[in-house]
C-alpha cells in the first residue's frame, strides 16, 4: 500500500508564511513527479505547483514568486514553501504523487487526505 501522509497547514496572517510537507511511503518502487492542487469553497480544484525527477519545476501563474516546491528524493517528500501569503489562497491544499508501485508496471496517482491553509486579511 502506498500513502501519501501531508503536513504543515493552518492559519496565518497575510504577508505569513508556511511551509506544506507530503511524504509518500509503502512500497513504491519509483516516484516519476510530485505536487500541489488546493481548492477553495465553492472553487474547481486547480494545481499550484509539479515538480519531476530531474527537478524541473511548474507553478500557477497566481503563485508564482512567493511559492517555491522542493522535494528530498531520499525520504520521498515534496515541500511547498508559501510566502507572502494572501487571503485568496486559502484553500485545502491536497499533495499527489504518480507512483510506480513495487511490483507493478504501471503508475498511479495517488492523494494526501488534504490540509487547510486559511490566510485572514
Known amino acids: 500500500q502506498v500513502q501519501l501522509v501531508e503536513s504543515g497547514g493552518g492559519l496565518v496572517q497575510a504577508g505569513g508564511s508556511l511551509r506544506l510537507s507530503c511524504a509518500a511511503s509503502?512500497?513504491?518502487?519509483?516516484?516519476?513527479?510530485m505536487g500541489w492542487y488546493r481548492q477553495a469553497p465553492g472553487k474547481q480544484r486547480e494545481l499550484v505547483a509539479h515538480i519531476i525527477t530531474g527537478g524541473s519545476t511548474n507553478y500557477a501563474d497566481s503563485v508564482k514568486g512567493r511559492f517555491t516546491i522542493y522535494r528530498d528524493n531520499a525520504k520521498n517528500t515534496v515541500y511547498l514553501q508559501m510566502n507572502s501569503l494572501k487571503p485568496e489562497d486559502t484553500a485545502a491544499y491536497y499533495c499527489?504523487?504518480?507512483?510506480?508501485?513495487?511490483?507493478?508496471?504501471?503508475?498511479?496517482?495517488?492523494w494526501g487526505q488534504g490540509t487547510q491553509v486559511t490566510v485572514s486579511s
Open positions: 509503502g512500497s513504491i518502487s519509483y516516484i516519476t513527479s
Open positions: 499527489y504523487a504518480l507512483i510506480l508501485p513495487d511490483g507493478s508496471r504501471k503508475t498511479s496517482n495517488y
